[in-house]
Nanobody, 124 residues
Framework: VQLVESGGGLAQFGGSLRLSCAAS????????MAWFRQAPGKEREFVAA????????RYADSVKGRFAISRDNAKNTLYLQMNSLKPEDTALYYC??????????????????WGQGTQVTVSS
């Protein structure tokens, strides 16, 4: 299993970024996927998750209405569109694969593979 994130960078307050996660080594369309983030000195926290078909999503309250998770099963790729960025969104963002084909939980224990992360920095 390999998950490779891209699309991070420096954005201004109120700006936008789109993250991508290229997946390989497993049947992407069979598993829910999620985004997590980790700021310096803080624990890794849930951002957003999506079912395997893309029919249902879950978001952290802190990003609801600003971020949108999506996936393209034909391209084995997961996305995170981030709008109205704030300095508190600054973190290393990780793509993750769910442990089972049904559960798309909010905890890190619900996911078994992780990418290396892509850095997002938002300036005020």
């Amino acid at each position: 299993v390999q998950l490779v994130e891209s699309g991070g960078g420096l954005a201004q307050f109120g700006g936008s970024l789109r993250l991508s996660c290229a997946a390989s080594g497993f049947t992407f369309s069979r598993y829910p996927m999620a985004w997590f983030r980790q700021a310096p000195g803080k624990e890794r926290e849930f951002v957003a998750a999506m079912t395997r078909s893309g029919g249902s999503t879950r978001y952290a309250d802190s990003v609801k209405g600003r971020f949108a998770i999506s996936r393209d099963n034909a391209k084995n790729t997961l996305y995170l569109q981030m709008n109205s960025l704030k300095p508190e969104d600054t973190a290393l963002y990780y793509c993750s694969k769910a442990k089972t084909d049904l559960l798309y939980g909010l905890g890190t224990r619900d996911y078994d593979y992780w990418g290396q992360g892509t850095q997002v920095t938002v300036s005020s």
